[in-house]
């Protein structure tokens, strides 16, 4: 049986090194990122805890308006500048 030019050997080992590049570069990746998969739950209940502190301020914001509003005496309404 002969044997395949070097041009043709290289031309089939080429799909399997553009392949297992990226694979053994995203397993590095994981590898590298240690535990990261188990911050997610901490860092979910850290973003439940500013969006609440948000949602709070508010609703104090809005609780203020009618403070407001009272204590202004309606002045814009009357146009007395």
């Given at each position: 049986m002969p044997r395949p030019a070097a041009h043709a050997v290289r031309f089939v080992h080429l799909p399997v090194?553009?392949?297992v590049l990226p694979a053994q570069l995203m397993w590095l990746a994981l590898l590298l990122s240690g535990g990261g998969i188990n911050n997610i739950p901490s860092c979910e209940e850290q973003a439940k805890a500013k969006c609440s502190d948000v949602r709070k301020q508010y609703q104090r914001r809005a609780d203020l308006i009618p403070n407001l509003v009272e204590n202004s005496g309606g002045g814009?309404?009357?146009g007395s500048w």
């Open positions: 090194r553009g392949v814009g309404a009357s």
